[in-house]
T-cell receptor, first 114, second 116 residues
Framework: KQEVTQIPAALSVPEGENLVLNCSFT??????LQWFRQDPGKGLTSLLL?????REQTSGRLNASLDKSSGRSTLYIAASQPGDSATYLC?????????????FGTGTLLAVQP | EAGVTQFPSHSVIEKGQTVTLRCDPI?????LYWYRRVMGKEIKFLLH????????ESGMPNNRFLAERTGGTYSTLKVQPAELEDSGVYFC??????????????FGPGTRLTVL
């Protein structure tokens, strides 16, 4: 059974700081892993999709890494801005053939202080 | 290109009533998913359609929930009768490829359901 854990649960940083959000998963036989952003009262915005054959994926100031052997993914945010404040979620496909359903972590609530 | 849309954005009903949520996926996406987040919990999978067929409904909580996708376009999720524990945010997602490394799911804004 796939389980996804995110740490920390909450993070507050001053503007301009680089930061790392962590995601771990129990079943390493995954096709991919997806990172999302959720703003209060809004839906989920897909940030990055890392395929199982990739080790990193970059989009602007965001860089996500995937290490299947250790069951870990990290989301690196460079030069953080107040507009980055949101909840960040990672999601991995479910276990044992049900690879289309996503299993979500509980998220990391990020606050970037101006 | 329009994203995933959901209607209504918010619904408040009394226990025992019926509510129907609607989701319009991104045009051309055969895969449609329903998820929900109840208070204080993580987002959980409900079911997955491929076109009009239910591919996986392992997350449906009980038989008070009925999902349909007639014609393989939009989908509805009906809750009848609604209970207090059904309150939460219901998300719909769609994707172009299933069961592959390219299966990126795109989510709608969600429907916030409040059962009083």
């Amino acid at each position: 059974k796939q389980e996804v854990t995110q740490i920390p649960a909450a993070l507050s940083v001053p503007e301009g700081e680089n930061l790392v959000l962590n995601c771990s998963f129990t079943d390493s036989a995954i096709y991919n892993l997806q990172w999302f952003r959720q703003d209060p009262g809004k839906g989920l915005t897909s940030l990055l999709l890392i395929q199982s054959s990739q080790r990193e994926q970059t989009s602007g100031r965001l860089n996500a890494s995937l290490d299947k052997s250790s069951g870990r993914s990290t989301l690196y945010i460079a030069a953080s801005q107040p507009g980055d404040s949101a909840t960040y979620l990672c999601a991995a496909p479910g276990y044992g053939g049900a690879t289309n359903k996503l299993i979500f972590g509980t998220g990391t609530l990020l606050a970037v202080q101006p | 290109e329009a994203g995933v849309t959901q209607f209504p954005s918010h619904s408040v009903i009394e226990k025992g009533q019926t509510v129907t949520l609607r989701c319009d996926p991104i045009s051309g996406h055969d895969n449609l998913y329903w998820y929900r987040r109840v208070m204080g919990k993580e987002i959980k999978f409900l079911l997955h359609f491929v076109k009009e067929s239910k591919q996986d409904e392992s997350g449906m909580p009980n038989n008070r929930f009925l999902a349909e996708r007639t014609g393989g376009t939009y989908s509805t999720l009906k809750v009848q009768p609604a209970e207090l524990e059904d309150s939460g945010v219901y998300f719909c997602a769609s994707s172009q490829f299933s069961g592959s490394p390219y299966n990126e799911q795109f989510f709608g804004p969600g429907t916030r359901l409040t059962v009083l």
